[in-house]
């Protein structure tokens, strides 16, 4: 299989900058998602990145290097309700569609 | 509006017992899928489908069945083979073309306790 790979856990300050890297396996890439889960709730869409950069979108940002096998999430301005799992995911081409592979999650705890 | 609906939300079963979870969606999507997730593990892989009257196992389909008699339906059995179901159930479902493909819709989960 696919091995995704992200930190299981980080710490934050609200108010804070942090980031939360990813790295893929790049045969058969197609595309990067980050998703957001609360505990208990299911998986809500962050980012979409196919190519090389950076996506801009309000408080969070996410960047993608396609020839390195890598990403990341950089969430600003961190806010308790930020408190969650971040999932990584890639998706590979195959059987005519693309699927998605999904890293074990990060658990972000910003604290006062 | 269109989504993916995962009924019932909480389910409780006995050791023993099967028990099967609903997933319905009206998105139109041609695939559809099911994963297990347990503290610390991620989303792992129990079975998707592509096609109605087709599915393939994912990483962890034993002690699992599924059918899809219809587009839209796509209901996880967990037997009594199983051996650890007690866990959280997402469905999800996608488009299957290259073209205009944005990831996967996620139901609301289900959390199964075995008692």
């Known amino acids: 299989g696919q091995n995704i790979d992200q930190p299981t856990e980080m710490t934050a300050t609200e108010g804070a900058i942090v980031q939360i890297n990813c790295t893929y396996q790049?045969?058969?890439?197609?595309?990067l998602f980050w998703y957001q889960q609360h505990a208990g709730e299911a998986p809500t869409f962050l980012s979409y990145n196919v190519l090389d950069g950076l996506e801009e979108k309000g408080r969070f940002s996410s960047f993608l290097s396609r020839s390195k096998g890598y990403s990341y999430l950089l969430l600003k301005e961190l806010q308790m309700k930020d408190s969650a799992s971040y999932l990584c995911a890639a998706a590979y081409s195959g059987a005519g569609s693309y699927q998605l592979t999904f890293g074990k999650g990060t658990k972000l705890s910003v604290i006062p | 509006d269109g989504g993916i609906t995962q009924s019932p939300k909480y389910l409780f079963r006995k050791e023993g017992q099967n028990v099967t979870l609903s997933c319905e969606q009206n998105?139109?999507?041609?695939?559809m899928y099911w994963y297990r997730q347990d503290p610390g593990q991620g989303l792992r892989l129990i079975y998707y489908?592509?096609?109605?009257?087709?599915?393939q196992k994912g990483d962890i389909a034993e002690g699992y069945s599924v059918s899809r008699e219809k587009k839209e339906s796509f209901p996880l059995t967990v037997t009594s083979a199983q051996k650890n179901p007690t866990a959280f159930y997402l469905c999800?479902?996608?488009?299957?073309?290259?073209?205009?493909?944005?990831?996967?819709?996620f139901g609301s989960g289900t959390r199964l306790t075995v008692v």
């Open positions: 790049t045969s058969g890439f197609n595309g």
């Open positions: 999800a479902s996608s488009t299957t073309g290259q073209g205009d493909w944005w990831g996967y819709t």
């Open positions: 998105l139109n999507h041609d695939a």
């Open positions: 489908s592509q096609i109605v009257n087709d599915f």
